[in-house]
Nanobody, 127 residues
């Protein structure tokens, strides 16, 4: 069982930066691929970034490549997402999620493959 708590959302002007953090509880954090998703009202939850359990592999949505960076610290049981050069279209509720992929390096991009979710944190980018 893994519990996830996000923090770091807020209001920022276009071109600004935010850093999201996700803290996990449970002894098996290291076993999970971790991901960030986002969702706006009326749309499906979409994959933003993911990192494998050893942080050897990362994956990003095309819309955030070069602007967002995902990292994890297994000792601290945290995963972070640094978001730079934010755009109004990045406005959404951001969710941290954990997927049990049996210690493979695969990074699922479908929300259906993630087993645990945080409560979400709002990011609003003004133009």
């Amino acid at each position: 069982q893994v519990q996830l708590i996000e923090s770091g959302g807020g209001l920022v002007q276009a071109g600004g930066s935010l850093r999201l953090s996700c803290t996990a509880s449970g002894r098996t954090f290291i076993m999970y691929t971790m991901g960030w998703f986002r969702q706006v009202p009326g749309k499906e939850r979409e994959f933003v970034a993911g990192i494998s359990w050893t942080d050897a592999h990362r994956s990003y949505a095309d819309s955030v490549k070069g602007r967002f960076t995902i990292d994890r610290d297994n000792a601290k049981k945290t995963v972070t997402q640094q978001m730079n050069n934010l755009k109004p279209e990045d406005t959404a509720v951001y969710y941290c999620a954990a997927a049990d992929v049996a210690r493979s390096y695969r990074i699922p991009t479908s929300a259906l493959e993630y087993d645990y979710w945080g409560q979400g944190t709002q990011v609003t980018v003004s133009s």
